[in-house]
């Protein structure tokens, strides 16, 4: 059978499969030569099968893949524009599905906000006068770890024992805490713990703190500082075009 590849696409990369998990009903989770794997929907016109060439299209490793072959027959196949059209779709159905859960869990949120100490609801103040959509996009994150903060605090009444507490095992933390979330990630543990440490010592630096998410975001889109007018922004970016163009 003649093969289906697109003509004038040269962003793929050819692999063979060397192990097949799954079925028709499912899908599939295919392993190729080069150790990585890859998801094969159960609508593929092609039954993977060991030792099937697959090829893949997509910008680079880690990309994502706009386009699957197997030997030759299209599973998918999406061009650059219909790519960047889709994850453009995808974004905005994301964003309106989180302002929906967001609607739905409001009246909750606000319960918890109003059961924080003050210093904690002006951080939270902070964020939401800063971005006008952080209460949808990220208050959910941020009050968790301003809920736990302050647990940690209650409990281990002083700066050293946050410090000490920090390093144990989480047996021995759940222990001292007993109201120690066990729905952590690294980032919103640590973040509690360091919010813990400034209402302790410093009470003033809890409103002042970057955000829970700042580090991946950035603390404009956070809420952590207000964001720069537009007028800024284009000489920002004239300056660094500048820069890289050797005028400066």
């Not at 150790?35 to 593929?44: D, E």
């Not at 706009?66 to 027959?73: L, M, Q, S, Y």
């Not at 902070?126 to 809920?147: H, L, S």
Request: some cysteine; hydrophobic content about 35%; proline content about 4%.
């Amino acid at each position: 059978m003649q093969n289906e590849y697109p003509v004038g696409d040269d962003q793929f990369q050819d692999q063979t499969i060397t192990r097949v998990d799954g079925d028709a009903e499912r899908g599939w989770r295919v392993t190729f030569d080069s150790g990585g794997s890859f998801g094969c929907p159960a609508t593929s016109p092609v039954v993977p099968v060991v030792g099937m060439m697959t090829r893949q299209y997509g910008a680079d490793i880690g990309s994502i893949v706009r386009g699957f072959f197997i030997d030759g027959r299209k599973v998918y196949y999406r061009t650059e524009a219909e790519q960047r059209q889709k994850n453009a779709e995808d974004a905005a159905a994301h964003d309106q599905a989180e302002r929906e859960r967001f609607e739905r869990n409001r009246a909750d949120l606000d319960k918890r906000y109003d059961a924080l100490p003050a210093i904690f609801r002006k951080r939270l103040d902070k964020f939401r006068a800063n971005n006008p959509d952080f209460r949808w996009q990220f208050e959910g994150y941020e009050m968790f770890t301003c809920e736990q903060a302050v647990v940690m605090a209650n409990a281990l009444k002083t700066p050293a024992e946050v410090r000490r507490f920090h390093g144990l095992t989480l047996d021995e933390q759940m222990e001292l805490v007993p109201g120690l979330s066990d729905g952590h990630s690294g980032n919103t543990f640590g973040m509690s713990c360091r919010l813990a440490l400034d209402f302790l010592e410093h009470p003033e630096n809890v409103e002042k703190r970057h955000g829970a998410l700042a580090v991946l975001v950035g603390s404009e889109e956070y809420g952590c500082v207000p964001k720069a007018s537009s007028e800024v922004q284009a000489l920002s970016a004239a300056i660094v075009a500048g820069k890289e163009h050797g005028n400066g």
